[in-house]
């Protein structure tokens, strides 16, 4: 019972602490600063290992190394498109591509290097904060053979990146070398009378993140335990067993107001018949009589 | 005296404050309602036992079959076969089995005629796939047993009536062989098998029907070839065209020589109308062949002489023969004229004379008689008479005989599409109050019962009384607007393409209207409704209109054919107007804004990704303009694996100026790796849900805020491997992952992969969570996950004083373009059931407490408290976690046999459930349907707000003049007190007065 618990809080813990590590221990990438490019976040582990999801059929990789927990350089191109306007080069992710043994490849590592704005981005960009557009990026799908099936695309309003400089955060969703979404948008809060404000540096600080499937927790399984379980049952059940006074107190007082009433009631009528013999004495003695003859003058 | 009437009341009240957890069985049907259908007619047997109760077996479409009451339509029996288990044919073997052939003419079974119990199941192979036929010879015998010959998989088999065994079989396996007809010449032990092969290759095959051998195979070829089916005229002689429709052949293979005719159509009538088409009927002599406005019946006489007999361009539907004597062969013609049907039964030798000729009314609304099936019977004056069962365009079944329609059933209704509800019109002076109240002492009366009935002293009879009288309760079937909401009209979309509106009270069909937009016409070839939507729905400034739904459909089953709008008035069933779009419909979105009559505006997106906003008028435009940028929408493309995100962009730069089209963009996408995911469910919430609360106080006096985003998509994808049956594949090659994303920027809040699971995945999503049902393969059992998402941006307005000094974000707009703060909660539970439909309670203000509405594989709707599913169970909870109702953790979830929402009923092929909220608070109406429905009021947290239906007013009533009367009782006794006390007090003074006065004296 007691060591279940621990797991159960061990694992819990593990998820919750797990959680937030992708979110917060993320790679900054500075663009101008190469040499502080820090790893991709690291790739989440659940404490199971993962079984193999069929690896790409065609991995031009694998035929390169021959060496299995190998790992090796890629690259994939970052687009851009400001509004309507078709996609243009916008930046390189590079990352490192790592074989394992059981025949899957991740990436790590993640770093990007932005093309900074040129006279004419700069002026669609702004053209773009004016009218409230959509600024959109795309990646390839398949880092491995781009573009894949189909480019990943996102975007968010132009309003939402400047902040001191352009703000942006990417989330990119991986599953192997696939790409399966990027969220992209800025790292805080976008309040949504999105006023026109234009960017005090026209250079990138980009944020980038790299998220690998969770592990669902397991469903609950209490097989060892079919004879403690009982036991467990009954441990629960008893405190939830309230007093006989908890349970009915709602009832209990106006029936006990009721039985004082009649109680008190009930003391009246001996009293009203004692405090009734008295005066009845007194007044046989005064032969004042005015009532009929009372059970009191009967029973005499 | 009073004591013990008061301890008297005390014990009434506690009798009657008892709660009520679940139904009693004096309560079914009280609140629900159950119809069982059957579906629209594929074909029909009539039993022909002379003594028992005469009945008609039928198959259907919805693959039921089931035995009817001749007499009333009633079903005697009924079973519902598979979703994959299509019937091919059936009939009557020996005069008391059933005999059915279903999957493609591999299953055949035999059921007991009297009660439906099944006799023997076979099973058939064959070499490849072909059409079936199945065939009930009466007097074909083998070794005293009786034969059915079955031709289906490509091979003929003879099988034993008693037992199902194969007797015999005899494979045809000739590649292009492709059989047409088997036939059984009376009197004979030989079968006729006739096919094409090659295409224009004419195939005949004589078999001896004892043992299997063939005896014969003749062909002959025809350089034309053939088109269609054929019919078959006489034993020896069918009749089909050829390739282009315009020839018809007459082929006769008498005495194993195959002999033929050509007759251009032409050569018979003289305006020749385009190619014509067979119309299969078994009627000897004489077939029809059918053009694109006119119905031709041909007769042969001799050897191919071909002779016109009628031609009509009415509506017609042909019966198959009925033999009535050794030589006599009778069939029944219907012909549509206006608004009524003439039903003609002829000879088949003689065309000319007619055994019967009888006109009958027909309600429009049933449309067109889709088939005939005539049976006879012995009149009272030893004459032949007949009737014929019909089945409409509306899928509806009636029995006709002696001009009258004697039943009918809406089996319409067994395949329902789409659902919606509408209010009923407000109760306005000069309609007429509840009739309960006119009667003073009629409703005295039922009240005395009721009490008597509460006290425990009815009579059997009593109990009798009270249940019909709460059961015929007038109350609840009244055509106006109750005060809680309850009566509403369910507005139903059937596949026949026919509206019908139920009321809830009773679930009797209010109207119904066969939409005319969905007929088959020039433009629109094969027209299939789509969705139904609320259109108007008058409440604020537009009172005086009646509300009418908008009915969404398409001229084909492809989505890029052009799509028909069709306007109906709920309250009259009349169909106020229809659009014939030059645009397809491929989705529908209802916006969140209506116009100054309260019309809702929808947006329709079609095959080129252009977007057309309905209504069409100024107002609504400029609404829209309004809110323009703030609308987005997402499409799942489940062939690709691929989710976009949409946007509006501009005005369409088409040729056509057209201001209510707008041209789109793609903002988003999300591709899921082709060879590792498969979407196989995408779930949102449902659009007119209300939340009451946004934040959940958790146990140590916490607040945790939900993340409410009208914007969440549930999508759930399994390995493409996984994607068929459960248990094809291994646990290590089987996910299935979920994910919630944002559909207006695309982004994934949360992911989570459950290894070794498989689908198929229901889910449902409401308010901040999502909880979806599906297989584990690993625990060999059924699962079901929920996530919970809550909002952590908003997380920091705890303190009291912020939110008195209005320091918090609370009302700020949210903008789904920021950074999402969220986490999620989740936990996985198993559950003994596979899911059939999953959906969840919903009440008008989203107070009371949720329950899950399973529909599981036994047919039934199960009630599952949402508590049972909340991820923050544990297997110990805290005391302060106790307080707040939070359940133990335990492995699987309960199942309590008293949260059958259905009760002892079963609604059969059950395919969906709907919730409405009432107008009170506490309660819920629940509609499920399949081939049955079944209607009812659910209140999860019971009914916290009202005074249940068996609460006795006249209790209530006497105890308050008992009560009075007691006060009366009391008072009087106290004041009668209260005046001896007086006297009392006065007497003792007085005594005491006179006896100081004597002491004073003595001194």
Not at chain 1, 111 to 123: G, H
Not at chain 2, 69 to 75: C, F, K, P, Y
Request: glycine fraction near 6%; charge should be negative; hydrophobic fraction near 40%.
């Amino acid at each position: 019972m007691k060591w279940v618990e621990v797991i159960v809080s061990f694992i819990l813990t593990l998820s919750f602490l797990s959680f937030p590590s992708c979110g917060f221990q993320s790679d900054e990438l500075l663009v101008d600063d190469e040499e502080f490019g820090l790893e991709g976040a690291p790739q989440h582990r659940s404490p199971e290992p993962i079984p193999t999801r069929s690896p790409p059929v065609t991995s031009p990789t694998r035929k390169r190394h021959s060496d299995l927990d190998s790992d090796s350089k890629i690259q994939f191109s970052l687009d851009h498109a400001f509004g309507d306007s078709d996609f243009s080069p916008a930046g390189t992710f590079s990352a490192r591509l790592k074989t394992w043994s059981h025949g899957g490849q991740t990436l790590t590592k993640l770093r990007f290097s932005r093309n900074s704005f040129s006279d004419v981005e700069k002026e669609k960009f702004k053209n773009l904060l004016e009218s409230d557009d959509f600024y959109r990026i795309r990646l390839p799908s398949n880092v491995l053979s781009p573009p894949g099936r189909d480019f990943i695309i996102s975007s968010v309003k132009a309003r939402c990146l400047p902040r001191e400089s352009l703000d942006e955060h990417f989330v990119i969703h991986m599953e192997g070398v696939n790409v399966l979404a990027v969220n992209y948008g800025s790292p805080g809060s976008c309040p949504y009378p999105r006023n026109l404000k234009l960017p005090a540096k026209w250079s990138f600080s980009s944020h980038t993140v790299l998220k690998n499937s969770e592990q669902a927790p397991r469903a609950p399984v209490f097989t060892e335990e079919i004879l403690g379980g009982e036991n467990a049952e009954g441990e629960v059940v008893q405190p939830a067993e309230r007093s006989f006074w908890a349970k009915y107190w709602m009832y209990l007082i106006p029936l006990g107001l009721i039985v004082m009433n009649a109680i008190t009631q009930a003391m009246n009528m001996p009293e009203e018949q004692a405090t009734g013999q008295v005066p009845a004495q007194g007044q046989l003695s005064a032969g004042a009589v005015q009532r009929g003859p009372s059970s009191a003058v009967r029973r005499r | 005296m009073a004591i013990r009437s008061f301890f008297l009341f005390i014990l009434f009240f506690s009798s009657s404050i008892s709660p009520v957890f679940s139904l009693y069985e004096d309560q079914v049907g009280l609140m629900d309602w159950h119809q069982q259908y059957i579906g629209k007619v594929k074909q029909a047997v009539f039993s022909s036992q002379r003594a028992g109760r005469k009945r008609v077996v039928v198959s259907t479409e919805e693959n039921v079959i089931a035995s009817l009451d001749l007499r009333h339509g009633e079903i005697f029996w009924r079973h519902l076969l598979g979703a994959d288990d299509v019937i091919d044919g059936i009939d009557i073997g020996l005069g008391k089995y059933v005999i059915t052939l279903s999957s493609g003419g591999s299953i055949l079974r035999s059921w007991n005629l009297p009660d439906g119990q099944m006799v023997w199941e076979s099973s058939l192979q064959g070499p490849k796939h072909s059409k079936s036929f199945l065939l009930v010879p009466t007097n074909l015998k083998f070794d005293k047993d009786n034969l059915l010959v079955v031709f289906s998989n490509g091979r003929l088999h003879a099988i034993s009536c008693i037992d199902g065994e194969v007797l015999w079989k005899k494979d045809f396996e000739a590649e292009s062989f492709e059989v047409q007809q088997v036939i059984l010449p009376p009197g004979s032990d030989l079968i006729h098998v006739v096919g094409f092969a090659a295409l224009s290759q004419f195939e005949m095959y004589q078999i001896n029907a004892k043992n299997g051998e063939l005896l014969k195979h003749e062909s002959a070829s025809f350089s034309s070839g053939f088109s269609g089916q054929v019919s078959l005229v006489s034993t020896e002689t069918v009749v089909a065209l050829d390739s282009t429709g315009s020839i018809l052949l007459t082929i006769s293979f008498q005495d194993g020589k195959i002999s033929s005719q050509q007759t251009p159509i032409s050569n018979l009538v003289e305006d020749s109308l385009g190619p014509a088409v067979i119309i299969p009927s078994s009627v000897s002599g004489i077939f029809a062949i059918k053009t694109d406005a006119v119905t031709i019946f041909i007769r042969v006489i001799g050897k191919g002489n071909l002779e016109v007999v009628e031609k009509t361009t009415h509506e017609i539907a042909v019966s198959d023969a009925l033999s009535i004597s050794e030589d006599q062969q009778a069939f029944a013609l219907i012909q549509h004229a206006s608004s009524e049907i003439h039903l003609t039964v002829k000879l088949a030798h003689d065309w000319d004379g007619n055994l019967l000729k009888e006109s009958v009314k027909m309600d429009r609304q049933r449309g067109l008689v889709h088939k005939v099936f005539i049976n006879n019977y012995i009149r009272t004056d030893r004459s032949y008479g007949f009737r014929v069962l019909i089945v409409m365009e509306d899928h509806s079944l009636l029995l006709l005989q002696q001009g009258e329609i004697v039943w009918s059933r809406e089996d319409g209704l067994a395949s329902i599409i789409d659902v919606t509800t509408s209010e009923l019109p407000v109760e306005r002076d000069g309609v007429s109050v509840a009739k309960v109240e006119h009667n003073l002492f009629e409703w005295l009366k039922g009240h005395m019962l009721k009490l008597k009935g509460t006290l425990m002293l009815a009579s059997p009879e009593d109990m009798a009384a009270i249940q019909s009288m709460r059961l015929k309760s007038s109350e609840k079937s009244k055509m106006t607007r109750d005060h809680n909401g309850f009566r509403k009209l369910l507005i139903v979309l059937t596949r026949a393409g026919k509206l019908f509106a139920l009321h809830t009270g009773d679930g009797r069909i209010v109207w119904s209207y066969l939409l005319r937009s969905l007929h088959k016409s020039e433009a629109c070839q094969s027209p299939i409704g789509l969705n139904l939507y609320q259109w108007q729905v008058p409440h604020h400034h537009a009172m005086d209109e009646n509300p009418s739904v908008l009915v969404v459909s398409r001229c084909g089953p492809s989505s890029d054919t052009s799509g028909v709008l069709s306007f109906v008035d709920t309250y009259t069933g009349k169909e106020l107007s229809s659009l014939s779009l030059d645009h397809a419909v491929v989705q529908v979105i209802p916006l969140p804004y209506t116009d100054s009559t309260e019309q809702r505006l929808h947006l329709l997106i079609d095959a080129d990704k252009h977007a057309h906003l309905y209504p069409k008028t100024s107002g609504a435009l400029s609404i829209f303009k309004r809110e323009f940028s703030n609308i987005y929408w997402y499409s799942v493309e489940d062939q690709n694996g691929i989710i976009k995100g949409h946007a509006l962009k501009c005005k369409c730069t088409g040729e056509v100026a057209d201001e209510f089209c707008f041209d789109t963009r793609d903002l988003w996408s999300v591709v899921f790796p082709s060879e590792s995911e498969k979407t196989i469910a995408t779930v949102t919430r449902k659009l007119n849900e209300v939340v009451h609360t946004q934040a959940k106080v958790v146990a140590d006096q916490d607040v945790m805020y939900k993340y409410i985003s009208r914007n969440l998509l549930f999508v759930a994808t399994v390995a493409p491997k996984g994607s068929g049956e459960i248990g094809s594949v291994t646990p290590e090659e089987s996910w299935l992952v979920a994910y919630l994303i944002d559909t207006v920027t695309g982004r994934i809040l949360h992911r989570v992969t459950h290894h070794g699971s498989q689908g198929p995945v229901h889910a449902v999503f409401s308010e901040n969570w999502v909880v979806y049902h599906y297989f584990n393969l690993r625990a060999h059992r059924y699962e079901m996950s929920v996530i919970e998402i809550y909002d952590q941006s908003r997380a920091d307005n705890k303190d009291v004083w912020k939110l008195v000094l209005g320091k918090h974000n609370l009302t700020s707009p949210i903008s789904l373009f920021s950074r999402p703060e969220v986490i999620t909660k989740s936990q996985s539970y198993f559950f003994t059931h596979s899911l059939k439909a999953i959906a969840v309670t919903s009440t008008a203000k989203g107070i009371t407490s949720k329950q899950l509405l399973l529909g599981t594989i036994g047919d039934q709707v199960l009630a599952l408290d949402k508590r049972f599913l909340d991820p923050r169970r544990t297997v110990n909870p805290t005391q302060l976690e106790k307080e707040e109702g939070i359940i133990p953790l335990t492995e699987s979830l309960p199942i309590i046999p008293q949260s059958y929402v259905t009760h002892a009923l079963r609604v059969e092929g059950l395919r969906g459930i709907i919730t409405v909220p009432a107008k009170l608070e506490s309660t819920t109406l629940v509609f499920a349907h399949g081939v049955d429905l079944f209607f009812t009021q659910l209140a999860p947290s019971r009914t916290y707000d009202s005074l249940t239906e068996d609460f006795s007013y006249a209790l209530l009533l006497i105890t308050i003049v008992a009560l009075v009367a007691a006060i009366f009782v009391t008072w009087r006794l106290s004041e009668r007190k209260e005046l001896q006390e007086k006297w009392s007090f006065y007497s003792a003074f007085a005594s005491q007065s006179t006896f100081s006065s004597l002491h004073f004296s003595d001194n």
